[in-house]
């Protein structure tokens, strides 16, 4: 298993997928840097008369609802359609699920649009299957093993894998379930880490269409093991950023094989 997602990760690195983003305003160029240091290329383009012939060409589709305005929610909805329609993969991360009714009816709305992947904290997970739940924010107020059942009951439902960060990430689709225990707490103290691990599932993705479940776990033991090294030589948050590019660009087999820590059931 480790060495068929260390050659996802490679493979994103020579095939350079391109990953049409619609994004929140915050984590762009967060985003759109750490994609350019995994191998792939971003591109951000929301604009209406373009949204459909973009994602036509993309190998994936990153849907993010961060910072929501109505413009921007129709873009999505385009993209989301045509993605669906050309049948090419696509990634919805529920940034602030339950925190809104206006949030919570975009969400419904995309995921008629059968995401291939759904990324989120636990609160968020826990918010689109509309368990009790309070969502902080865009931070998580349950831990990702308080919403393995959730996350079994979305991806039954939806037929999407489901991606769930945390301490530990739970990466689940229909009755199977791996998790993965690498990363650092740093990593929670940078702006859009998050919004980083769904642009990096996209990735692989497009890379990987053929089982979407182990894209997104080659996707989300990048990150992790990324941000491990990164947090190895950073002196705080500012530092882990710089780091974190750096160890997304240089990560070698060794490294990535001999760190990588996951379990679970399959």
């Known amino acids: 298993m480790q060495e068929q997602l260390w050659n996802i990760i490679s493979a994103v690195k020579t095939q350079a997928p391109l990953v049409h983003n619609i994004t929140n305003y915050v984590v762009m160029n967060n985003t759109a840097n750490a994609l350019l240091a995994a191998g792939a290329s971003p591109v951000m383009a929301h604009a209406h008369p373009e949204v459909k012939d973009m994602v036509t060409i993309a190998g994936a589709l ?18 989301a359609q045509q993605a669906q ?11 602030g699920a339950g925190a809104t009714a206006y949030r919570n009816q975009v969400l419904e709305e995309l995921l008629q649009y059968k995401p291939s992947v759904i990324r989120g904290n636990a609160s968020e997970i826990m918010a689109l299957v509309k368990t ?12 990702s093993q308080e919403a393995l059942e959730a996350g079994l009951d979305l991806s039954a439902s939806t037929g999407a894998v489901v991606c769930i960060s945390g301490a530990t990430d ?31 599932i996209g990735a692989c993705c497009a890379v990987y269409s053929k089982d979407f479940f182990t894209a997104t776990l080659a996707a989300m033991a990048l990150m992790g093991v990324a941000g491990e090294i990164a947090a190895e030589k950073a002196s705080g948050p500012g530092t882990l950023q710089l780091h974190f590019l750096d160890a997304l660009h240089g990560l070698n087999k060794e490294a990535f094989l001999s760190r990588m820590q996951f379990s679970g059931t399959t």
């Open 62 to 79: 990153v849907v993010n609802i961060g910072t929501l305005n109505e413009y921007w929610v129709e873009s999505m909805r385009l993209a």
């Open 85 to 95: 329609t050309s049948q090419k993969p696509w990634v919805l991360d529920p940034v």
């Open 132 to 143: 009790t739940s309070q969502t902080k924010g865009v931070d998580s107020t349950h831990q």
């Open 170 to 200: 739970l990466i689940i689709y229909q009755n199977q379930y791996r998790s993965l225990s690498n990363g650092h707490p740093l990593m929670a103290k940078v702006t859009g880490m998050g919004c980083t691990a769904t642009a990096l």
